[in-house]
């Protein structure tokens, strides 16, 4: 199947942090797979993506479906609940009932639907025991909606190659630019659709840091990522309170 049009719903893991163009914008996976599909659709090709960083599950879908749905496209990607899992507030029950009708509402125009089991990034954060029972919920609640509504699953969870740290950005939360080719090819993987093959090219995983250099780089990450991630949820702030999506309407790409 050639898909004429595609639109990405989501937070900063679809927006494309942290892999920049040349003038500081993301490009990230789902531009990569704009690109692959425009190849094969030809000139018509439309594309949009609404993602939107620091946004929870509930703004992802009051904001962002509803467009989504509206443009009446042949794709649809939808991720979310990444940044619910890391609240204190975060209501299992209420996300997973959500997520089910969400993904029936994006199927009820006939759309493909694309779904993703989240990449395990708990094991380079803090709160592990906490959040790591909360993103395997929130898989489980992937697949079996995937299942149920005939959507198309990512299981990035799946791939033990994202354990590299290669694959993620000095951040440890969001993906490198390889990590976002590596997803893009899952993606592509997914539907029936060839990559380049480097886009699945491992890097090689860094050499082991000697323990006081690791606990100095922690103190580095802490200082620079945690604490302002601690300021702004103690503030009622966003990492993107003042950003807007990327590509709000469907439309041609531009190289």
Known sequence: MRWR???AVGDSFTEGMDDAYPDGTFRGWADLVATRLAADAGPDFRYANLAIRGRLFPSVVAEQVP???AMKPDLISFAAGGNDVLRRTFDPDTLVARFDEVVR???SGGADVLLFRFAD??????GQ??????????????GETAERHGAIMVDLYADDTFLNPMLWSTDRLHLSPAGHRRVAGQVLNALG?????????????PAPSPWLAARASDLRWAGQYLAPWVKRRLTGRSSGDTVTAKRPQLGPLVD
């Open 67 to 69: 467009s989504a749905v």
């Open 129 to 142: 025991r906490l959040v790591a029972p909360r993103v395997q919920l929130l898989n489980q609640a992937v």
């Open 193 to 205: 659709v060839g990559c380049d093959e480097e886009w699945l090219m491992v890097p090689p995983h």
């Open 5 to 7: 049009s595609f639109v």
């Open 105 to 107: 509402q994006l199927r």
């Open 121 to 126: 990034v708990m094991a380079r954060l803090p």
